[in-house]
């Protein structure tokens, strides 16, 4: 089994910046793809990017360009660096990694974007 702990997020203005962390612990040899997911008040949770072992990442349409995923195997811990957000980013962020036994999820955080 594996464990997400985030940690990261926040209140930033509009064109502000923020980094959220993924911690991965237990059977992370068992892990094959990690993501970030977002939802927003009154809508359904979304994929905002994700990364395959081999280091492939994909984005949403809205993020690409100003907000890039990362991994760090040593740590394994994943990031997510957040670039001139948007209100439209405000949204609870969850962690999500795909193993060999399903997927698992953070606890999530809260980012909120207002001036």
Known sequence: ???????????????????LS??????????????????????????????????????VDSVKGRFTISRDNAKNTE???MNNLEPEDTAVYYCNAGTSSGYCWGQGNQVTVSA
Do not use: H
């Not at 089994?1 to 980094?19: A, I």
């Not at 068992?30 to 949770?45: D, E, F, H, N, T």
């Not at 905002?48 to 280091?55: F, L, N, P």
């Open 22 to 59: 993924c911690a991965a612990s237990g059977d992370i040899f068992s892990i094959y793809v990690m993501g970030w997911y977002r939802q927003a008040p009154g809508k359904l949770r979304e994929v905002v990017a994700t990364i395959t072992s081999d280091g492939s990442t994909n984005y």
């Open 1 to 19: 089994q594996v464990q997400l702990v985030e940690s990261g997020g926040g209140l930033v203005q509009p064109g502000g910046s923020l980094t």
């Open 79 to 81: 990031y997510l660096q």
